[in-house]
């Protein structure tokens, strides 16, 4: 930091006149590589490249030489920015090479050789383990030098040789020198020599040299470091999630099939989910077949309206279907999993005794796994042996005994029939997620100045004016993020419908939900462009409803923005 601190003057000297031609050289020879690279798919170099590779290779080698440019320029304008993105450029080259390192060498396929023979080998890591703590334990002879190095040197042969016989027991010197071997093609060397180009462009302009040349400041120095410790976290994001998520739009609109090559179609897929029809009906049980083009539409529903009516086709009938259930679903699911999580923080935030071990106990569904519910719930559904229909059949044998009043037990088929399936799954999601909700309600009711509710009280407020003018018009930050994520979820339901039905769309799909059938189409009929225009479209729906959420909360908050 003093190497920083010095005056701006002292950046214009003959050595860092030499650093920035340096820097700024490098920052155009990059760029020209760079357009290169990006030109190279289109020229026949890399002809067994698809298309998207070739796209997606040339936007981002494209982006890249702007950027250097963009760098250069402002390099040799002595502005820092230039140093922030050639920092930038160059660490994310930096870990491209590392990757291709890693792959070339056959780093992620050795890991899952190196799991064959860990469960034998990890017994040597205690001798590894043994050592450290008998180095450790030379913290306590401190008075007595002697006794403390002997301690200390005896820990470290241990740890040598526990390390030693791990990675013989392993195969791992074995697997080092494959990997190294691996490396010895034209693709290994050029990542080495790019890891050790970037590397070294990336200590040059860090060092206290560079950053003088191009006045840099503490604020400067304390920004990237920021960067640096979030990249990390940045770099997953958009290799595990940003890039997916673009390369799943750029197959909505192919016909991908996870075997052959895509096809670009265009918007033959979005077409086909949103291609409906509405006929007017002569009667209301007339034959679909008669006012639609059954080649290409299927009844998804019918309304009736006087002695005619109006049918609805489409021509991805389970679409639609999907999506009335899942909208049936969240219509329902939301306000049971909300209102009683809304009520019981209420009770829990009392001072009753037992209160803490209530929360707990409300909590516990939210944590338990998802699959190990589904199962309980199937059985206790179960039409036969199951506990509810055992309590309703109780129920209704005791009203009957009491009124003689001849109630006939239903029966009720839960997961087998189409009127009760998609409620047997709204009761599991509602009774799983309301713990959750009631402990971010319980958070918010806490925040809540009791000053508040004492002067409420001296006005003479009863309870009910209380929750209704004070907790409720409070709790509204709260309220929008629980019905907003409840709602995100709920949109979302795959698990209890996948593991809870047999089969997993229910009786007539009557439980067919849009990730459901994303799921089908993509994962079993291997449909993954279809899919991927059905994950938009979902996409679409969830922003949505959360826009209109949004927008309501601005409108009733109590607050500015």
Same mark, same amino acid.
Request: proline share 3%; with cysteine; glycine share 8%.
């Given at each position: 930091m003093t190497a920083l601190s010095a005056t701006p003057g002292t950046s214009s000297t003959p050595q860092n006149d030499l650093i920035l031609r340096l820097l700024t050289l490098w920052r155009i020879l990059f760029s020209l590589l760079a357009v290169g690279g990006a030109l190279a798919p289109w020229v026949g170099l890399l002809a067994n490249l698809r298309l998207w590779q070739g796209l997606l290779l040339s936007l981002v080698l494209g982006l890249a030489a702007l950027f250097s440019a963009l760098a250069a320029f402002d390099i040799s304008k002595r502005q820092h920015r230039g140093r922030t993105i050639s920092l930038f450029i160059d660490y994310l080259a930096l870990v491209a090479c590392l990757v291709v390192i890693l792959q070339v060498g056959g780093i992620f396929t050795g890991i899952d050789a190196l799991g064959d023979v860990f469960g034998r080998s990890v017994i040597y890591l205690l001798i590894a383990l043994a050592g450290y703590l008998i180095g450790a334990a030379g913290d306590y002879f401190q008075n007595r030098s002697q006794t403390e190095k002997i301690l200390r040197q005896v820990g470290k042969w241990i740890m040598l040789l526990g390390a030693l016989v791990f990675l013989l027991t392993a195969n791992l010197l074995q697997g080092l020198l494959a990997f190294f071997q691996n490396l010895a093609n034209l693709t290994g060397i050029l990542a080495v020599l790019g890891l050790i180009v970037f590397g070294l462009a990336v200590w040059g302009m860090w060092?206290?040299?560079?950053?003088?040349?191009?006045?840099?400041?503490?604020?400067?120095?304390?920004?990237?470091?920021?960067?640096?410790?979030?990249?990390?976290?940045?770099?997953?994001?958009?290799?595990?999630?940003?890039?997916?998520?673009?390369?799943?739009?750029?197959?909505?609109?192919?016909?991908?099939?996870?075997?052959?090559?895509?096809?670009?179609?265009?918007?033959?897929?979005?077409?086909?989910?949103?291609?409906?029809?509405?006929?007017?009906?002569?009667?209301?049980?007339?034959?679909?077949?008669?006012?639609?083009?059954?080649?290409?539409?299927?009844?998804?529903?019918?309304?009736?309206?006087?002695?005619?009516?109006?049918?609805?086709?489409?021509?991805?009938?389970?679409?639609?279907?999907?999506?009335?259930?899942?909208?049936? @679903?969240?219509?329902?699911?939301?306000?049971?999993? $909300?209102?009683? *999580? /809304? +009520?019981?923080?209420?009770?829990? #935030?009392?001072?009753?005794?037992?209160?803490?071990?209530?929360?707990?106990? @409300?909590?516990?569904?939210?944590?338990?796994?998802? $699959?190990?519910? *589904? /199962? +309980?719930?199937?059985?206790?559904? #179960?039409?036969?042996?199951?506990?509810?229909?055992?309590?309703?059949?109780?129920?209704?044998?005791?009203?009957?005994?009491?009124?003689?009043?001849g109630v006939i037990d239903p029966k009720i088929r839960w997961v087998s029939d189409e009127r009760t399936a998609l409620l047997a799954v709204i009761v599991i999601a509602a009774w799983q997620t309301m713990g959750f909700n009631t402990v971010l309600f319980l958070a918010g009711l806490q925040n809540i100045p009791g000053e508040l509710y004492e002067a409420a009280t001296v006005d003479g407020a009863g309870a009910w004016d209380k929750f209704w003018r004070i907790t409720l018009p409070m709790l509204a930050p709260s309220t929008f993020y629980v019905v907003s994520t409840t709602t995100i979820q709920a949109m979302q339901v795959f698990e209890q419908v996948f593991i809870l039905m047999n089969p997993a769309e229910g009786p007539n799909n009557s439980t067919i939900t849009l990730v459901l059938y994303l799921y089908r189409s993509g994962f079993q009929n291997f449909k993954q462009g279809y899919a991927s225009a059905l994950a938009w479209v979902l996409f679409i729906v969830i922003f949505g409803l959360t826009l209109i959420q949004f927008r309501q909360q601005r409108r009733s908050s109590i607050y500015e923005s």
């Amino acid at each position: 930091m003093t190497a920083l601190s010095a005056t701006p003057g002292t950046s214009s000297t003959p050595q860092n006149d030499l650093i920035l031609r340096l820097l700024t050289l490098w920052r155009i020879l990059f760029s020209l590589l760079a357009v290169g690279g990006a030109l190279a798919p289109w020229v026949g170099l890399l002809a067994n490249l698809r298309l998207w590779q070739g796209l997606l290779l040339s936007l981002v080698l494209g982006l890249a030489a702007l950027f250097s440019a963009l760098a250069a320029f402002d390099i040799s304008k002595r502005q820092h920015r230039g140093r922030t993105i050639s920092l930038f450029i160059d660490y994310l080259a930096l870990v491209a090479c590392l990757v291709v390192i890693l792959q070339v060498g056959g780093i992620f396929t050795g890991i899952d050789a190196l799991g064959d023979v860990f469960g034998r080998s990890v017994i040597y890591l205690l001798i590894a383990l043994a050592g450290y703590l008998i180095g450790a334990a030379g913290d306590y002879f401190q008075n007595r030098s002697q006794t403390e190095k002997i301690l200390r040197q005896v820990g470290k042969w241990i740890m040598l040789l526990g390390a030693l016989v791990f990675l013989l027991t392993a195969n791992l010197l074995q697997g080092l020198l494959a990997f190294f071997q691996n490396l010895a093609n034209l693709t290994g060397i050029l990542a080495v020599l790019g890891l050790i180009v970037f590397g070294l462009a990336v200590w040059g302009m860090w060092r206290a040299p560079s950053a003088l040349a191009l006045n840099a400041k503490t604020n400067h120095e304390q920004m990237l470091n920021g960067w640096l410790f979030l990249s990390p976290n940045l770099l997953g994001f958009m290799i595990f999630f940003a890039g997916p998520l673009l390369l799943s739009f750029y197959f909505s609109f192919t016909d991908s099939d996870a075997f052959n090559t895509p096809k670009w179609i265009g918007f033959e897929n979005y077409a086909k989910i949103l291609n409906v029809t509405i006929k007017p009906l002569a009667s209301p049980d007339q034959l679909a077949r008669e006012v639609l083009d059954i080649k290409v539409f299927d009844e998804v529903g019918r309304l009736k309206l006087g002695n005619g009516g109006i049918l609805f086709g489409a021509e991805d009938r389970l679409f639609w279907l999907a999506l009335k259930n899942t909208l049936t @679903y969240a219509l329902f699911a939301v306000p049971l999993s $909300v209102i009683p *999580a /809304l +009520v019981l923080a209420n009770i829990l #935030n009392s001072k009753l005794p037992g209160m803490k071990f209530f929360r707990a106990v @409300y909590f516990i569904p939210s944590i338990a796994a998802i $699959v190990g519910i *589904a /199962l +309980v719930w199937q059985w206790l559904f #179960n039409a036969t042996i199951g506990y509810i229909n055992y309590f309703i059949t109780l129920g209704i044998d005791l009203w009957n005994n009491l009124f003689n009043a001849g109630v006939i037990d239903p029966k009720i088929r839960w997961v087998s029939d189409e009127r009760t399936a998609l409620l047997a799954v709204i009761v599991i999601a509602a009774w799983q997620t309301m713990g959750f909700n009631t402990v971010l309600f319980l958070a918010g009711l806490q925040n809540i100045p009791g000053e508040l509710y004492e002067a409420a009280t001296v006005d003479g407020a009863g309870a009910w004016d209380k929750f209704w003018r004070i907790t409720l018009p409070m709790l509204a930050p709260s309220t929008f993020y629980v019905v907003s994520t409840t709602t995100i979820q709920a949109m979302q339901v795959f698990e209890q419908v996948f593991i809870l039905m047999n089969p997993a769309e229910g009786p007539n799909n009557s439980t067919i939900t849009l990730v459901l059938y994303l799921y089908r189409s993509g994962f079993q009929n291997f449909k993954q462009g279809y899919a991927s225009a059905l994950a938009w479209v979902l996409f679409i729906v969830i922003f949505g409803l959360t826009l209109i959420q949004f927008r309501q909360q601005r409108r009733s908050s109590i607050y500015e923005s």
